[in-house]
């Protein structure tokens, strides 16, 4: 197997203060190898799209389609935020998926970082603002790396000193002043969940015309209210769609019609809500007042509101002249090695893009792996054994969005993978070493739909539940009665 020359890497940038970005850093800190480590944040604070914006103002066409936009703007909010922004300035924040009432659809028991796990001292499927302020603390170590306010405007490919290094724009959002820096390496954690996806349907764009505002997608709710006595689509039936459908059913005309192309393993019966096929067209006055006929034919006309739950798009407009490019659809990432490396760029790193994963864990294996491959303790592949893997990933899932869904087992399969490799680094145990998943971990995993649905089931009641084994979900009970059917059938 033939492998790239490692380059010589001293000075890192990390786009983004999310989980992602934080947990990359204290991997890269802990090879206690590289000069320099700055992360750019465009917001006030730690948390990336676990931020809260009250405010969730924000313009997207209808239909939405394409995943090129320019970068999202600052909103502005008065205020002190920690030692950030001081003298009752104004702080940066930008509109994110996040709503009021959010509760994670994982259990605590898998979300958090294997070195804190101190989210376990909350209700088991945690609220937003617990996480927020749970992120807060963890990221407290690399504070001192950040640089707070910060919008990353491009990052592209210059030659310094006859090598090839990667040269950062970026803007700080209170002086707007830009300015500019170089790097060996450059990790993009910036997420994916800031272009919503919302599909080019027959008479979508006519029809949004003439009902302004009854049209939206789900970046944009915080609150049920503004749904109070209506009649609503929700259209996706993601861990969003069915929570936020639960939410706004509690002030809307009943049943909230669903529309989905496939059951969820999250749904759960429920009176409030009605499952419908998908939307094939938004229908002209002539059949009716906001009308819309499903798959199956059947027209439903005076709805009130439609909210679009149908995900968001790939997208990273900082990274405008890569040479190929990455983005073409906004599906997928293109041109990647193992969901992590530019196959062509291999300085450059993706971290978090995979879906249906647990996402703190994922990018701790992501940030073991790119801090050990950029200290020269792991090598690469040659370019040509990267392209095939791709090549292979796309014959398996696709080439458009299955690309980047892991569902489980694959996502902790490929969590395991990382962690393998990360290990067998030079010197493997030395730095921080990411931990695989456990049995008893494997097993929650499994379960973990059941356990959402048992958890919703408790009502108010489910903010008092902070363990598995108050739904009935015990591992060493399962354990034992395995062990007790294996016995009898070695009779």
């Given at each position: 197997m033939g492998s790239l020359p490692a380059p010589k890497i001293k000075r890192v940038a990390i786009v983004g203060a999310g989980p992602g970005g934080v947990a990359t850093a204290k991997y890269l800190l802990a090879e206690d190898y590289f000069d320099t480590i700055d992360i750019f944040e465009q917001q006030s604070s730690f948390g990336g799209v676990w931020n809260?914006?009250?405010?969730?103002?924000?313009?997207?066409?209808?239909?939405?389609t394409n995943p090129n936009q320019p970068l999202d703007k600052p909103l502005w909010r008065s205020g002190r935020v920690d030692d950030v922004v001081k003298n009752g300035l104004q702080h940066a924040t930008f509109t994110s998926p996040m709503y009021e009432q959010l509760e994670t659809n994982i259990p605590h028991t898998l979300m958090a970082f294997t070195d804190d796990t101190s989210l376990q001292d909350h209700q088991l499927f945690p609220t937003r603002e617990t996480v927020i302020r749970y992120l807060e603390n963890y990221a407290e170590d690399v504070k001192y790396l950040v640089k707070f306010q910060t919008q990353v405007l491009d990052v592209r490919r210059i030659s310094e000193e006859g090598r090839n290094v990667w040269q950062v724009h970026f803007r700080n959002l209170q002086t707007e002043k830009i300015s500019e820096k170089t790097y060996d390496a450059v990790a993009i954690a910036s997420g994916h969940y800031t272009v919503p996806t919302l599909p080019d349907i027959k008479g979508i764009k006519e029809w949004n015309l003439a009902n302004k505002g009854v049209i939206s997608h789900s970046k944009f709710y915080r609150r049920p209210d503004n749904f109070e006595n209506k009649k609503v689509i929700i259209i996706g039936n993601s861990a969003s769609g069915i929570d936020i459908c639960s939410q706004i059913a509690t002030v809307s005309k009943y049943p909230v019609l669903i529309s989905e192309r496939s059951e969820s393993p999250l749904s759960f019966a429920a009176d409030y809500r009605k499952s419908v096929p998908q939307i094939i067209e938004f229908l002209p006055?002539?059949?009716?007042?906001?009308?819309?006929?499903?798959?199956?034919?059947?027209?439903?006309?005076?709805?009130?509101?439609?909210?679009?739950?149908?995900?968001?798009?790939?997208?990273?407009?900082?990274?405008?002249?890569?040479?190929?490019?990455?983005?073409?659809?906004?599906d997928r990432v293109k041109n990647l090695y193992?969901?992590?490396?530019?196959?062509?760029?291999?300085?450059?790193?993706?971290?978090?893009?995979?879906?249906?994963?647990?996402?703190?864990?994922?990018?701790?294996?992501?940030?073991?792996?790119v801090a050990r491959v950029w200290s020269k303790r792991l090598e690469l592949p040659s370019t040509n054994e990267m392209r095939e893997d791709e090549t292979n990933v796309i014959a398996e899932r696709g080439s458009g969005k299955s690309f980047h869904v892991l569902p489980y087992?694959?996502?902790?399969?490929?969590?395991?993978?990382?962690?393998?490799?990360?290990?067998?680094a030079t010197d493997g145990e030395r730095g921080k070493v990411p931990l695989q998943w456990s049995k008893r971990e494997t097993w929650l995993r499994e379960r973990f739909p059941a356990i959402k649905k048992a958890f919703a089931g408790k009502g108010e009641e489910r903010h008092k539940v902070k363990t598995v084994e108050e739904l009935g979900f015990d591992?060493?009970?399962?354990?034992?009665?395995?062990?007790?059917?294996?016995?009898i059938m070695s009779w």
């Open positions: 809260y914006s009250e405010n969730s103002a924000g313009f997207i066409d209808i239909p939405q006055p002539s059949h009716g007042d906001r009308a819309v006929r499903f798959a199956d034919g059947r027209v439903e006309a005076d709805i009130d509101a439609i909210l679009f739950c149908t995900g968001y798009y790939y997208s990273f407009p900082f990274l405008p002249s890569l040479n190929p490019k990455i983005i073409s659809t906004g193992k969901q992590l490396f530019c196959i062509d760029e291999p300085t450059l790193a993706f971290i978090g893009l995979p879906s249906k994963i647990i996402p703190f864990r994922t990018v701790e294996g992501q940030g073991a792996v087992p694959k996502d902790l399969e490929y969590h395991n993978l990382m962690v393998d490799w990360a290990k067998s591992y060493d009970a399962w354990l034992r009665e395995q062990d007790a059917e294996t016995n």
